[in-house]
């Protein structure tokens, strides 16, 4: 097993979609109601995530780690401070597939 971080890409939209799902289905069923959790799309959060990366905004930053065997298996976002002019940073999103929590 070999894991490489790596900034993310285009193509990676769909696998950081699934891990997206994945976990929000993972983490909160039991807390938010079924139909949230079943109505979620991969496809739409792949939309969302192929608009991003291929925007290149240099102060947003996206890594994925990436499993010789698994593909990708996490990944995380962040940038400056979204509320605030300051020059601090702001970790937006870290999701790990629940396999590969803990």
Same mark, same amino acid.
């Given at each position: 097993?070999?894991?490489?971080? /790596?900034p993310a890409k285009p193509e990676d939209a769909a696998?950081?979609?699934?891990?997206?799902?994945?976990?929000w289905r993972d983490t909160y069923a039991g807390m938010l109601p079924d139909r949230v959790l079943v109505n979620m799309s991969t496809e739409?959060?792949?939309?969302y995530w192929q608009r991003l990366l291929s925007a290149k905004r240099?102060?947003?930053?996206? /890594?994925?780690?990436?499993?010789?065997k698994a593909g990708l298996v996490?990944?995380?976002?962040g940038g400056p401070? /979204?509320?605030?002019r300051s020059k601090e940073g702001e970790v937006y999103t870290l999701y790990a597939r629940p396999a590969w929590q803990g």
């Open positions: 097993m070999t894991i490489q971080v /790596r696998a950081i979609a699934g891990i997206f799902v994945e976990t739409a959060q792949a939309g240099p102060e947003e930053l996206v /890594r994925v780690v990436e499993d010789t996490a990944f995380g976002s401070l /979204r509320r605030s």
